[in-house]
């Protein structure tokens, strides 16, 4: 059923945007039984009126093979075993759409989209195979004539043509970025890890100590690409910075030279896949008085800021956008002191971000929560980096804001925290291994992440804590909890792993905003761990885990390009029978770009497989 719902997919992705959203919201494989015959119907007719028009296949009949190119292919270099012709299918759509989109014939977001749906209904989306092997298989496309072959793209959901181009382009259409696949062979971990700063905070010291005037001095930076992207949006701002010695072994420390304003040095910015720095920069950007362009890449490119759009339109403030509001948004004016909503239910960078731009505006403001406020200690880590710069906003309980205007950020010298959120990784792998201790981190942190000691316990665990506040996570058997991941939605993943391997069931609830981070966090567990032979039920709002103390099997998974989704996978390899072979293992380098190399001092058993890229 699933494998001959690709082929209907490619029906709504080369003409009928309304098919496709239609199988797009399908809830169950019943209601898929419901519908099919509607479905088929509708693409018969899409290739009646197209085979009509070409009969004898010289031009847009040609569309009736998106995703074929590289699908065939792949079908042919597995021998025609491991993958179905529907699953080559969708991988061929996808890989080619992403790469149409970086090249600017697709409108952004559209792979993401696409991705989603094949993913609803357990189609793969991406493989590996060995570059070569796979050009050659192509090579005999029937597309191909002579030195060009025709190309099946789409421009958006519903918009198919063929896109004629020099076969010796070909590879720019079809490998992307090299994807590193890790074999993970099972071992107990044990030892200790000095976990990486704080991703959170080290967004905020930095952008704290950039609107300072004068020279501040941030220590115990863990680099990332995420921290990399903050610091480019500081340049674009007129913002300086340079490495200094740093207190900490293998850690960055940064002088950054502010003036205590913002101006447009670059016009365009580029976010990367953080979130945070994005909705932490764009009312920055706003107060410039001039354009200034934010683009991303990923899932950033479509994460919501109708928030913002909002209090835009409400200001008159002028912005554009690429469709459906993705970036890259261009804003052009500056923000007005006054009285701000935002509802309480979006997510906190959106106030983090306002608490950050409107003490700079002449006047006074008053932003107000219209709803129940979801991750309340983001916003506590933003209010304490902002007083450690003199910046003083008074609350009401959270639910209203008074932010004098005119204010000035201090200079000063900070130490950054450690990372609850990474350390996370270690304390269930202890629990599930020998015994991990975690060093670096603060006990009395404000980071909402820490809770993960007390969930672990709650379910059984072992964690303890010395004098110095060092974590130790030692080897248990837990049970089934009830978790609510309203204001600790990062340690999500990785619970949802001990979970897994746990006596009884969890519930996981309030974990909605899951789906709107790298990927869609509740639907990649779901797949993943099933994958290896987990009991994970997928509700709207958080999942249901079924345990299985027993251990799970091992097997095949993606990260699906989520640096979390893939650490929390290696942490299942704990606990499998066999080998866990996880692909795009490359993108911890969003957030912990050392975590292989710890992961492997304590023990882990890890070799790259395969020369191959990934399609």
């Known amino acids: 059923l699933h494998d001959g719902l690709a082929e209907a997919i490619k029906y709504g992705c080369i003409r009928d945007a309304g098919l496709f959203a239609q199988i797009a919201a399908v809830k169950s494989d019943q209601e898929l039984l419901e519908q099919a015959d509607s479905i088929i119907e509708t693409c018969c007719n899409i290739k009646a009126r197209i085979v ?88 005999l496309d029937k597309k191909k004539s002579g030195k060009k072959i025709n190309l099946v793209i789409i421009e958006k959901i519903g918009v198919g043509r063929l896109h004629k181009i020099d076969w010796q382009d070909i590879p720019a259409y079809w490998i992307g970025e090299r994807m590193t696949t890790l074999k993970i062979t099972p071992a107990k971990l044990n030892g200790s890890v000095c976990v990486p700063s704080s991703k959170s905070m080290g967004h905020r010291e930095i952008i704290c100590a950039g609107l300072s005037a004068g020279t501040s001095i941030v220590d115990n930076i863990s680099m990332s690409d995420d ?27 940064l002088a950054i030279n502010g003036s205590g304003n ?14 945070s720095t994005l909705r932490f920069m764009i009312p920055l950007g706003a107060l410039c008085g001039e354009p200034l362009t934010f683009t991303g890449h990923g899932k950033l490119v479509t994460r919501p800021l109708q928030a913002y759009y909002d209090i835009f339109d409400r200001q008159g403030l002028s912005y554009t956008t690429a469709s459906n509001g993705y970036l890259p948004l261009t804003v052009n004016g500056v923000l007005k002191s006054g009285d701000y909503e935002l509802p309480g239910n979006v997510s906190s960078q959106f106030i983090s971000g306002l608490l950050f731009a409107l003490p700079l505006l002449a006047g006074d403001s008053v932003l107000k929560i219209t709803s129940a406020l979801e991750s309340q200690s983001y916003v506590d ?40 959120s990474q350390a996370a990784f270690w304390l269930v792998a202890g629990t599930l291994g020998r015994q991990i201790t975690c060093t670096g981190l603060n006990r009395d942190s404000l980071q909402g992440d820490m809770v993960v000691a007390d969930i672990i316990n709650r379910m ?36 949802t792993v001990l979970a897994a391997v746990s006596e ?20 990649a567990m779901t797949s993943e761990l099933n994958k290896l032979g987990a009991a994970v ?34 942490v299942a390899s ?5 080998a866990v072979i996880i692909s795009g293992s490359e993108c911890v380098q969003k957030s912990y770009p050392e975590f292989w190399q710890d992961f492997t001092a304590l023990g882990g058993m890890i070799k790259t497989v395969g020369t191959g890229e990934s399609i």
Request: one cysteine or more; charged letters at 25%; a negative charge.
């Open 460 to 495: 059984g665990g072992k964690i303890t804590c010395d004098a110095e506040g060092n974590h130790t996570a030692s080897s248990a058997s837990t049970n089934g909890v009830v978790i609510d991941a309203a204001d600790c939605p990062d340690i999500i993943p990785v619970l």
């Open 52 to 139: 009509e028009k070409d009969e004898f296949d010289t031009g847009e009949r040609m569309l009736l093979n998106f995703g074929h190119t590289i699908g065939h292919a792949i079908e042919k270099c597995c021998g025609f075993t491991t993958y179905t012709h529907g699953e080559g299918v969708g991988i061929g759509m996808v890989q080619m759409t992403r790469q149409t989109e970086k090249l600017g014939l697709t409108a952004a977001g559209t792979a993401e989209e696409l991705s989603r749906v094949l993913k609803k209904f357990a189609l793969p989306v991406t493989a590996v195979f060995d570059a070569q092997e796979i050009l050659q298989a192509m090579a």
């Open 381 to 420: 880590l933003t209010l304490s980096c902002l007083a450690k710069y003199g910046i003083v906003i008074e609350h009401e309980n959270y639910y209203k804001y008074h932010i004098g205007g005119g204010q000035k950020y201090r200079c000063g010298r900070n130490m950054v925290e450690g990372d609850w």
């Open 574 to 578: 704990l606990v499998c029978k066999k």
């Open 227 to 253: 921290m990399e992207a903050t610091l480019r949006c500081l340049t674009a701002l007129g913002i300086g910075f340079q490495k200094v010695p740093s207190e900490r072994s293998g850690r960055t420390a």
């Open 262 to 275: 913002v101006r447009v040095s670059q016009s365009t910015v580029d976010c990367g896949e953080s979130g």
């Open 504 to 523: 009884g069931t969890t519930e996981i609830i309030n974990a909605g905003r899951l789906r709107i981070k790298e990927c869609d966090r509740l639907a």
């Open 537 to 570: 039920t997928e509700l709207s709002d958080g999942l249901i885990i079924k345990g299985r103390p027993e251990g799970l099997q091992g097997g095949c998974v993606d990260s699906w390009n989520d640096h979390r989704i893939a650490m929390s996978l290696a």
